[in-house]
C-alpha cells in the first residue's frame, strides 16, 4: 500500500466493554461521539454547557470532523494492541442519526471509509502501547504500524469497490401500534393492558436513572427489569431471580427445573454494554438439559437485546430485535435486527417460536 505523503490516523472502535469495529467495518465508517446533540459544529455549546464536556473530547471531536480529509488513511484500533481494519477516508464529515444508539453510545458524527484490509477474525497485534492509548482520534506515527501497512498488498477488486450504502433512518413506534401488533400475535389483552399501564413510569424511571446516575444491577432488576416482565405476562412463580448464577430465569411452566428453563435474562449496570452479555447469556442456556430455553434477553433496564434459539441450536451474535425504552424503533438496520414491536412480542410469556 502507498503511504508516501498520506497523513494516518488511529482511531478507536469502542474499549473493552464495547467493541464496534465490526459495525464500522460493515457500514464503511468510523464513529465518535456523544452525537445526540446534533452535527458539529452547531453541538459544541451544548456539550460544554449542558454536557460539561471536557476541552479535551471538544478537541478530540473536531479532530474528527474538521481535520481528518479525504485520502486520509486511517487504521481501527481496540486497546493499544489489536489492529482490526486500515482504510482510506472518502469525503467530507457527516451526522447521520441511525448511529445513534450503538449499545448504549451515541455515535452520530460519522466518516465514510474504504476498508482496504480488515481482520478475518485474528487481529493484527502488536506490542502492548504501540498503538496510542486515550483519545478516540489520533494521529499515527509509529514507525513498525506504519511499515506494517506499507507493506499491506491491496487487490484490485477492493481498491475498486463502492462504499456500502448508509441505512435509512427508521421510524418510531407509536404505543398504538405496539399494543395492536402484541394483540395480533397472540400477546393476551390483559398482558397488554398491564404493559400500557406500565410502560410510562418505566420511561420516567429510566429517564431519571439516564439524567442521574447509573443504578446497581440489583436496582435496575427491581424497578425496570421485574416490573417490565411481570406486565409482558410472566407469573412470580415462573420468574426465578438469581437462579443457578442466571440473574432471571422464566420458566414456561413448572417446577423450576432446568428442563422447563425458557428465558434467560443477563441483567448489566446502566452505561455498561448489554450485547457484550450475549455469550455469558447463551453459556447458561447451553447447559445440559436446557435445551426448551429458546431465547435470551440481555439488558439494563433500559435497553433489551433479544436473541432467539437458530435452526442450528445455537444463537447468532447479533440479537433478532432490540428495544430502547427512550428511543422506541420499527427496527435497528444499523443492528440488522428487528426493533421494538417484535422485542416486546418475543419477551412476552404468551410468544412461542
Known amino acids: 500500500m502507498d503511504i508516501t505523503g498520506k497523513t494516518i490516523w488511529q482511531v478507536a472502535a469502542g474499549d473493552a466493554d464495547r467493541n464496534h469495529a465490526d459495525l464500522c467495518l460493515y457500514w464503511n465508517v468510523i464513529l465518535n461521539g456523544p452525537g445526540a446533540d446534533g452535527p458539529w459544529p452547531d453541538c459544541v455549546e451544548t456539550l460544554r454547557s449542558h454536557w460539561g464536556l471536557s476541552t479535551r473530547k471538544i478537541t478530540d471531536l473536531k479532530r474528527f470532523c474538521e481535520e481528518i480529509?479525504?485520502?486520509?488513511?486511517?487504521?481501527?484500533?481496540?486497546?493499544?494492541?489489536?489492529?482490526?481494519?486500515?482504510?482510506?477516508?472518502?469525503?467530507?464529515?457527516?451526522?447521520?442519526?441511525?448511529?445513534?444508539d450503538i449499545d448504549?453510545?451515541?455515535?452520530?458524527?460519522?466518516?465514510?471509509?474504504?476498508?482496504?484490509w480488515q481482520y478475518d477474525g485474528i487481529p493484527k497485534k502488536?506490542?502492548?502501547y504501540t498503538l496510542k492509548f486515550g483519545d478516540t482520534v489520533q494521529t499515527m506515527d509509529c514507525k513498525e504500524v506504519c511499515e506494517w501497512i506499507a507493506d499491506l498488498e491491496v487487490y484490485d477488486d477492493v481498491q475498486e469497490s463502492s462504499l456500502k450504502d448508509l441505512p435509512q433512518l427508521s421510524r418510531h413506534s407509536s404505543w398504538n401500534e405496539i399494543s395492536e401488533y402484541l394483540f395480533d400475535y397472540g400477546v393476551a389483552s390483559s398482558a397488554i393492558k398491564n404493559l400500557t399501564e406500565q410502560i410510562d413510569e418505566l420511561i420516567f424511571i429510566s429517564k431519571w436513572y439516564h439524567r442521574t446516575g447509573n443504578p446497581s444491577e440489583t436496582e435496575t432488576t427491581a424497578y425496570l427489569v421485574i416490573p417490565l416482565l411481570r406486565s409482558l405476562g410472566w407469573t412470580p412463580q415462573k420468574m426465578a431471580m438469581e437462579w443457578c448464577s442466571v440473574d432471571v430465569a422464566l420458566f414456561n411452566t413448572l417446577p423450576r427445573h432446568d428442563e422447563n428453563l425458557s428465558v434467560v435474562v443477563e441483567v448489566k449496570q446502566q452505561g455498561r454494554s448489554c450485547f457484550n452479555a450475549q455469550s455469558q447469556a447463551q453459556s447458561y442456556a447451553q447447559q445440559s438439559?436446557?435445551?426448551?430455553?429458546?431465547?435470551?434477553?440481555?439488558?439494563?433496564?433500559?435497553?433489551?437485546?433479544?436473541?432467539?434459539?437458530?435452526?442450528?441450536?445455537?444463537?447468532?451474535?447479533?440479537?433478532?430485535?432490540?428495544?430502547?425504552?427512550?428511543?422506541?424503533?420499527?427496527?435497528?438496520?444499523?443492528l440488522g435486527c428487528k426493533g421494538a414491536k417484535d422485542a416486546f412480542l418475543f419477551m412476552s410469556a404468551d410468544w412461542t417460536q
Open 69 to 100: 480529509k479525504d485520502g486520509d488513511l486511517v487504521v481501527l484500533r481496540l486497546g493499544t494492541t489489536d489492529v482490526l481494519g486500515v482504510g482510506i477516508i472518502v469525503g467530507d464529515y457527516q451526522w447521520h442519526e441511525e448511529f445513534g
Open 104 to 116: 448504549g453510545w451515541d455515535l452520530q458524527h460519522i466518516r465514510r471509509v474504504k476498508w482496504l
Open 126 to 128: 502488536f506490542p502492548a
Open 289 to 334: 438439559g436446557r435445551e426448551s430455553c429458546g431465547r435470551l434477553i440481555v439488558t439494563d433496564g433500559l435497553r433489551y437485546g433479544i436473541y432467539l434459539r437458530n435452526k442450528d441450536n445455537g444463537f447468532e451474535k447479533k440479537p433478532d430485535a432490540y428495544l430502547n425504552l427512550l428511543n422506541m424503533r420499527n427496527e435497528y438496520p444499523v
